[in-house]
């Protein structure tokens, strides 16, 4: 009886390995790649969205009255001015008052903190000709 000769698996030649051997690089490559491109979009993002939170942070600090001031009838007669900051029966808001007897560095400094704010997408169009109307008395 002849006896079969026992199935050798081959191995891949030289040409097979280093073709194995590119395939893997590549493909390592490519996900290192994409992995690092989706964290510098994510770090953007946060940056941007930083950057909007302290401009509108600092947009509120500018209108917002300072805590320690006295405003008319609340603990202060009533021939005391009214304190800068707070509301007047014109407008009622800060911005548009302190807009109107505003310095021009005022106003610029002001405009520029709107401008952040539209740039940043904190204000859409509409919100920020409406503010910068009232910035500028028109």
Known sequence: MLRRPPVTRRRPGLLGTAARTAVVAGTAT????AVSGRQQRERQEAAQQRAAQQAVAAQRATVAPPSDTITPGVG????APPAPGARSTATGTPAADAGRTAAPSDQTTQLRQLADLHAAGALTDAEFAAAKSRLLGL
Request: aromatic share 0%; proline share 12%; glycine share 12%.
């Open 76 to 79: 202060a007669p009533a021939s």
């Open 30 to 33: 490519a996900t290192a790649g």
